[in-house]
T-cell receptor, first 110, second 111 residues
Framework: TQLLEQSPQFLSIQEGENLTVYCNSS?????LQWYRQEPGEGPVLLVT?????EVKKLKRLTFQFGDARKDSSLHITAAQPGDTGLYLC??????????FGTGTRLLVSP | KAGVTQTPRYLIKTRGQQVTLSCSPI?????VSWYQQTPGQGLQFLFE???????NKGNFPGRFSGRQFSNSRSEMNVSTLELGDSALYLC??????????FGPGTRLTVL
């Protein structure tokens, strides 16, 4: 069974702080995706990383894929209350089959 | 372009009953995947359909089944409901590969 462990599970920070969320696995994935989910809604895709060592930036969010394509990180600079939500990493293992991480619940207070 | 729609949004059933959930994908998308989300187990893959054929299946008992129609709409069915089936059921659509777009989910409560 392929597992994706995320850490930390919960994060409560003040507006303006930086944070990093980690996603680790013992398995290799062809691609890894990051999603954000808000209450009452489905997950929304933030980014897909494909190449080992790849770094992608989305405004204040920086995503990195590990060289061995087994782990990934999400770094948020100067967090804002609008960043609050559940962050999920997911690896694709087959036809549209995603294995999701355990999730990181982020709360950013004003 | 309209997003993925799921009906109903909320459902309450009792143990032993059966339930059918519906998902309408984004227009032009031929792949529909289903996921179960619970606080304890997180998001888990149920199955995926493409052009009316099941291409992939997760590790769920046979009580969970699905189908896809020629217009790409999909339904999933859970028979003989158990308390542990209470969850948010999400469907996601895609053209067949690449990015999946999730619907808002159906919240199922089993009493």
């Amino acid at each position: 069974t392929q597992l994706l462990e995320q850490s930390p599970q919960f994060l409560s920070i003040q507006e303006g702080e930086n944070l990093t969320v980690y996603c680790n696995s013992s398995s290799v994935f062809s691609s890894l995706q990051w999603y954000r989910q808000e209450p009452g809604e489905g997950p929304v895709l933030l980014v897909t990383v494909v190449t080992g060592g790849e770094v992608k930036k989305l405004k204040r969010l920086t995503f990195q894929f590990g060289d061995a394509r087994k782990d990934s990180s999400l770094h948020i600079t100067a967090a804002q209350p609008g960043d609050t939500g559940l962050y999920l990493c997911a690896g694709e293992t087959g036809f549209q089959k995603l294995v999701f991480g355990t999730g990181t619940r982020l709360l950013v207070s004003p | 372009k309209a997003g993925v729609t799921q009906t109903p949004r909320y459902l309450i059933k009792t143990r032993g009953q059966q339930v059918t959930l519906s998902c309408s994908p984004i227009s032009g998308h031929r792949s529909v995947s289903w996921y179960q989300q619970t606080p304890g187990q997180g998001l888990q893959f149920l199955f995926e359909y493409f052009s009316e054929t099941q291409r992939n299946k997760g590790n769920f008992p046979g009580r969970f089944s699905g189908r896809q129609f020629s217009n790409s709409r999909s339904e999933m069915n859970v028979s003989t409901l158990e308390l542990g089936d209470s969850a948010l059921y999400l469907c996601a659509s895609s053209p067949g590969q690449g990015e999946q777009f999730f619907g808002p989910g159906t919240r199922l409560t089993v009493l």
